[in-house]
Each structure stands twice: as structure tokens, then as C-alpha cells.
């Protein structure tokens, strides 16, 4: 669902997985874990920087399959174990000279039986383009990867 408040837009996504919050998170904050995972369908992600610490920072450069680069870079606001995460998102545009807003991404883990919902709100996008943009890189994560890295192992 995108939002829009204030001339922001604001993305939210719920996913539900077979696995007990605590994996989930880790899944989140374990460099080895995250990098099976991350990205779009077909994406290899190289994890150059990752201290999941609030002030921690991250970089993660994303592989397209055509070989072009994808580079996201921000800083942990707020590491709760198994409940919350909250870091800023921006991507890097080298030699661009477009200069981005940073986007803020929350985490919410919500214990379900013996499952986990996943709650991910992406906001302050500057328009509806960028978030539906977004929706699409974090279903293809999320509701593909992220899913068969839970429950299939994969």
C-alpha cells in the first residue's frame, strides 16, 4: 500500500514466513545470512559494510544480471533484537550529480504462532514513481528470496 502525507510517500508491505521471530531477525542483521537473500530476483549482493548497531552504518552493493551495480548505503536509527529495526536508505548515484533525500526504512518482527509478520514501511519518498519503484524491489526481495531463504533453505 502507498501513502501519501505532507508531500511524502510512504510505502508499507506485510509479509508472513514459517520461521520463529528470532530467525527472521537474524536473517536481518547476520552478514551471511543477509547476503543470500538481498536484493530483486536474480540480484547477487555484496555486503561492503554492515554494523547493526544503532549510529551503525551499511553498503550494500546489488549486482543486476545485466552486471550493472546498485549501491545503497544509510545508517541503523534503531536496533531492538527480534522486534525493530530502523535505518535510512539512499542510493548512490555516482557521478550523477542528482542529489536524493534519504528515505527511511522500519522493520517491525511480530511473533505470529509459530511464524513471524514481517511489517516493512518505506517513507519519505519525493514521488510515486520512486515508491511503486521501490514496492516492486522489496516484494521481489521480500516475497520471493526472503521467503524461500526461510522456509526452503534456499
Same mark, same amino acid.
Given at each position: 500500500?502507498?501513502?501519501?502525507?505532507? !508531500?511524502?510517500?510512504?510505502l508499507q508491505l506485510n509479509y508472513y514466513y514459517k520461521? !520463529?521471530?528470532?530467525? %527472521?531477525?537474524?536473517?536481518?542483521?547476520k552478514r551471511e545470512q543477509l547476503k543470500q537473500w538481498?536484493?530483486?530476483?536474480?540480484?547477487n549482493t555484496t555486503i561492503d559494510r554492515m554494523d547493526v %548497531?544503532?549510529?551503525? %552504518?551499511?553498503?550494500?552493493?546489488?549486482?543486476?544480471?545485466?552486471?550493472?551495480n546498485?549501491?545503497?548505503?544509510?545508517?541503523?536509527?534503531?536496533?531492538?533484537p527480534n522486534e525493530k529495526l530502523v535505518f535510512t536508505w539512499k542510493w548512490e548515484?555516482?557521478?550523477?550529480?542528482?542529489?536524493?533525500?534519504?528515505t527511511v526504512v522500519t522493520i517491525i518482527f511480530v511473533e505470529q504462532g509459530a511464524g513471524t509478520e514481517l511489517v516493512v514501511t518505506h517513507e519519505n519518498f519525493s514521488t510515486k514513481d520512486q515508491a511503486e519503484n521501490h514496492n516492486n524491489?522489496?516484494?521481489?526481495?521480500?516475497? %520471493? !528470496?526472503?521467503?524461500?531463504?526461510?522456509?526452503?533453505g534456499v
Amino acid at each position: 500500500m502507498i501513502t501519501m502525507q505532507a !508531500n511524502k510517500f510512504t510505502l508499507q508491505l506485510n509479509y508472513y514466513y514459517k520461521a !520463529n521471530r528470532e530467525r %527472521v531477525f537474524q536473517a536481518w542483521t547476520k552478514r551471511e545470512q543477509l547476503k543470500q537473500w538481498w536484493g530483486p530476483e536474480g540480484f547477487n549482493t555484496t555486503i561492503d559494510r554492515m554494523d547493526v %548497531v544503532e549510529g551503525g %552504518v551499511y553498503r550494500f552493493i546489488m549486482q543486476a544480471p545485466n552486471g550493472s551495480n546498485h549501491i545503497i548505503g544509510g545508517k541503523y536509527l534503531a536496533v531492538i533484537p527480534n522486534e525493530k529495526l530502523v535505518f535510512t536508505w539512499k542510493w548512490e548515484h555516482e557521478g550523477s550529480g542528482e542529489e536524493q533525500e534519504d528515505t527511511v526504512v522500519t522493520i517491525i518482527f511480530v511473533e505470529q504462532g509459530a511464524g513471524t509478520e514481517l511489517v516493512v514501511t518505506h517513507e519519505n519518498f519525493s514521488t510515486k514513481d520512486q515508491a511503486e519503484n521501490h514496492n516492486n524491489g522489496w516484494s521481489s526481495s521480500l516475497g %520471493v !528470496n526472503f521467503k524461500k531463504y526461510l522456509e526452503q533453505g534456499v
